[in-house]
Every structure is written in structure tokens, then in C-alpha cells.
């Protein structure tokens, strides 16, 4: 992060209320670029909207007049469309230099994984609230279903978490198993041979978790594409425009157990997520595909995929750390959520009632604005919620500790609380 022009401007110090957020480094003025985060780790765009959302730069097909984009990855198959558009040929070849092999040709494409998700992939409308219920473990093969079963009433530890992670990795040790116990995950109803059933919600974050793992892989890989070419449009190996790497990732803050504490049925979609991108890795890889070298991209998402760690590293983090990828025309009420991406550096601000930042999404990259005028030492902090004058402590309140697992400690809300303690929102290096 340091390496970054823009942070220059400000550091990441530990605070007395909430853990490590950002401090100006010097005066800065209105409307000045602190952050500019060139492009997610990791991202994804939901399902509903990926006709008419540009795959590389994001672009919604509606705020330019058209009802969906057209530009498509030919896959030399008329009857196979692939599960993703572009807005441009430019942004197409941009995101071919991006996501394609640069290796050799027997390695596993992006597109040959993501075709086997789609055609393994089956769902229901209203299958989120349906498959979410704890009655849906109706029979027991795995010894993972039974101990699931006993969670869903609530009681998650830290250790009966681990267990369940644990006979995870034990039923998915072979594709086969992994398959059959996904289907005795999902609902009985659906089980099929088909098919394995996911939510909406599991499959966009399965898409996300497998951007993840080609993005560290193909930072790892020595034929990745030179960042000087291409620096400019947010190429994933460009550290220096601020993606980060995976041990930036690491860095960020775990809400694991918070998380699925506060709604025990995630665990089962997370190792359900686990579960089917492992199978999917596996299963376009397997016997009927092309041989796969360690060393080949293939190689290198198996491996990722051999226990749960690299998963459960970004699923720990997905929560807490992301932003929301919205249509550019972000002060329409009727704005559309159309994805979610993890902007790494961007994780870094607090949240706070009368946010000193705002930030703005060009393309693939999100950009940090001071509001005002902000003196050295002051804390640089966006909101994550509603804060207009109309939203009550009462109403901000209920939104950050249900969704957010936190009392938020900003002044303002310290102020209608009935008392207002400045030293609370110092970092705990400035405190005398
Ligand atoms: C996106 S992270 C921000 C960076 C984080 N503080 C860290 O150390 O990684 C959001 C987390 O920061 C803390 N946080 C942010 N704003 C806060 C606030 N106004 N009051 C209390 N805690 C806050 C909460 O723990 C929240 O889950």
C-alpha cells in the first residue's frame, strides 16, 4: 500500500474503537483523489444483470439505451453462448489478455470452467428462502448433514465451526462424494441428476470465490501479461495501481464467526460454495478433460481448491470488506446493486454519520474523494449506510450492528446518544 502515489496522503493507524482505519497525513482539500483502487481482487456481477453488465468494465447495458450488451468471447460453438458480455471490443480483448491462459492451450480456460458451472448449475427463484431452512437436511449420509443439522438451531462455537469445515474437506475428498453431498445439501426437491441445486446467493458467491482464485493465480503465474501495457486500465498483475496482492487480502479484517453466527444457515452455503467451486475445478479437469500440469493454471486452481483454506480466506473476508459495484447513476433511488467487488486498500476507511470521503466508481476502479477540507491527524472515514439527516440513530443503528456487527462510535452518533467523547475516534498512537 505504501508503494501507492495516492496513499501517500494518508496512513493506516490502529483506532481505541475499532480497529485500524485512516488518518490524513497532511492537510488535504476538498475534492482531492486519496484512493484510487484500480480494480477488485476479487468480484462478481449478479446473475440477473450479467446480460447487460460489460464484463471487464462494468458499463450497464440500460444507462446507454440498450436492454443488453452484444459483444461476446467467441467460442467457436454457435450452441454455447458464453456466460459473459462486453460493451466494446476493447473491453473484450482487455479482458482476454486478463482471464485467458497465458500458458499453454492444454490448460483450463476461464471459459471451460465457467461453461461446466453453468451447465452443473441448477436453481429456483425462490429457492434462497426455501434452501435456507434448516429442514432441508432430511437425511442423513454424511456425518457433515448431521453435524450441519445440529447447528442450524443456532448454536455455532468457534469449535463447532471447525468441525464442520473439517468433515467438509473429508466428504469432499473425491468429485464424486462431493457431488452427492451437495445434493443431500440442497433440497431434497430438487436433487436431481441433473444438476446441483445452489441459491442465487450461492452461485454469484461461487462465481466471486473463482474470480478470487484466477486472480491470485494468475498473479502467481511468471507468463502473466506486462503491467506496463496495460497499467492504465486496472490489469490484475499491476500492483501498483492498488489491487493488491493476496497477503494484502489476508490482511483484511475476519468477520467469520460474527457472520455466520448471526445467520447459522451461511455455514451450509459456504461449504456448499466450497463444496461445488472445488467440484467444478475438479470436474473440468477431469478424466474426459485435457491432462493437467501443476504448474498449468488448472494445476494451480486444484491445488487452491485441495482443502477449504484459500476458500474460507476470502469467504471470511467477503462480508465486511466489500463494496457494492452500483450503475453509475448512484443518487437515482432507483439504483440498481448490480455486483460486488473487494476494492483491498478501500477496506481500510471506517464508517462514520458525517463521512469526511465519498467514493466513486469509474469502470472497474473506485475512487476516494475527501468531502471537505481535512486537517493533518483527522480521521478519513466513508459511510457505509444511509446517513442522510432522515435516517435516525434508531434506523443507522439497527443497520450496522444487523449487518455490520458493530455499534458505530462516530460523533454524531455519540452526540444523539447524549454525549459526545472526541478522543474515542483518535488513533490509539495520537492518544496521549
Ligand atoms: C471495512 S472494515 C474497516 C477497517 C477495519 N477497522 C480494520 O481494522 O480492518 C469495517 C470494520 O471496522 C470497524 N468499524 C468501522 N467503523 C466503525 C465505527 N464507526 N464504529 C465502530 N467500529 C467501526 C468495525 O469492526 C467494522 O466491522
Redesign the pocket.
Known amino acids: 500500500m505504501s508503494d501507492s502515489p495516492e496513499c501517500s496522503l494518508f496512513e493506516v493507524l490502529p483506532?481505541v474503537?475499532?480497529?485500524?482505519?485512516t488518518f490524513a497525513k497532511q492537510d488535504i482539500t476538498k475534492g482531492t483523489l486519496v484512493l484510487k483502487c484500480a480494480a477488485p481482487y476479487s468480484s462478481v456481477i449478479l446473475r440477473k444483470f450479467r446480460k447487460e453488465v460489460c464484463g471487464w468494465c462494468f458499463s450497464y447495458s440500460f444507462e446507454h439505451g440498450k436492454r443488453k450488451w452484444d459483444t461476446k468471447f467467441d467460442t467457436g460453438n454457435k450452441n454455447s453462448a458464453p456466460p459473459i458480455v462486453f460493451c466494446t471490443d476493447d473491453c473484450l480483448n482487455t479482458w482476454e489478455r486478463n482471464y485467458q491462459d497465458p500458458g499453454t492451450a492444454k490448460a483450463l480456460s476461464w471459459l471451460q470452467i465457467h461453461s461446466n458451472f453453468e451447465k452443473t448449475v441448477t436453481q429456483e427463484t425462490a429457492g434462497l428462502a426455501k434452501s435456507t431452512n434448516a429442514s432441508r437436511f432430511t437425511t442423513f449420509s454424511t456425518n457433515l448433514s448431521l453435524h450441519l443439522q445440529t447447528l442450524s438451531g443456532g448454536d455455532v462455537t468457534k469449535e463447532n465451526m471447525e468441525e464442520a469445515w473439517r468433515l467438509a474437506e473429508e466428504t469432499f475428498s473425491k468429485p464424486k462424494t462431493i457431488l452427492s453431498a451437495l445434493r443431500e445439501l440442497g433440497r431434497s426437491s430438487v436433487s436431481s441428476d441433473n444438476g446441483v441445486f445452489l441459491t442465487e446467493f450461492e452461485a454469484d458467491s461461487a462465481r466471486f470465490i473463482l474470480d478470487g482464485l484466477f486472480t491470485r493465480t494468475f498473479q502467481a503465474m511468471p507468463s502473466a501479461p506486462s503491467s506496463s501495457e496495460t497499467s492504465s486500465s486496472g490489469d490484475r498483475n499491476d500492483s501498483a495501481f492498488n489491487i493488491g496482492s493476496w497477503n494484502d487480502l489476508l490482511e483484511?479484517?475476519v468477520?467469520e464467526l460474527d457472520n455466520i453466527r448471526s445467520r447459522p444457515s451461511l455455514l451450509a452455503s459456504f461449504i456448499r460454495v466450497y463444496g461445488f467451486v472445488k467440484y467444478i475445478i475438479s470436474s473440468t479437469s477431469g478424466p474426459s478433460g485435457p491432462p493437467i500440469e501443476a504448474s498449468s493454471l488448472g494445476g494451480v486452481l486444484l491445488g487452491l481448491v485441495s482443502n477449504s483454506n484459500v476458500v474460507r480466506d476470502i469467504l471470511a473476508r467477503d462480508h465486511?470488506?466489500v463494496f457494492g459495484i452500483w450503475e453509475q447513476a448512484e443518487d437515482d433511488v432507483d439504483c440498481e446493486m448490480l455486483g460486488w467487488g473487494m476494492f483491498v486498500f478501500g477496506?481500510?476507511?471506517?464508517?462514520?454519520c458525517e463521512p469526511t470521503i465519498v467514493k466513486k466508481r469509474e469502470g472497474r476502479s473506485l475512487m476516494f474523494y475527501t468531502m471537505r477540507d481535512v486537517a493533518a491527524g483527522e480521521e478519513l472515514?466513508t459511510s457505509y449506510i444511509d446517513v442522510s439527516a432522515e435516517s435516525t440513530l434508531e434506523k443507522r443503528n439497527a443497520e450496522l450492528e444487523g449487518e455490520?456487527?458493530?455499534?458505530?462510535?462516530?460523533e454524531r452518533c455519540q452526540r444523539e446518544r447524549g454525549g459526545v467523547d472526541k478522543a474515542v475516534k483518535k488513533s490509539e498512537t495520537s492518544l496521549p
Do not use: I, K, P
Open positions: 483506532t474503537y475499532g480497529g485500524r482505519s483484511l479484517q468477520l465486511s470488506n477496506a481500510y476507511f471506517n464508517h462514520d472515514c455490520w456487527f458493530f455499534t458505530c462510535q462516530c
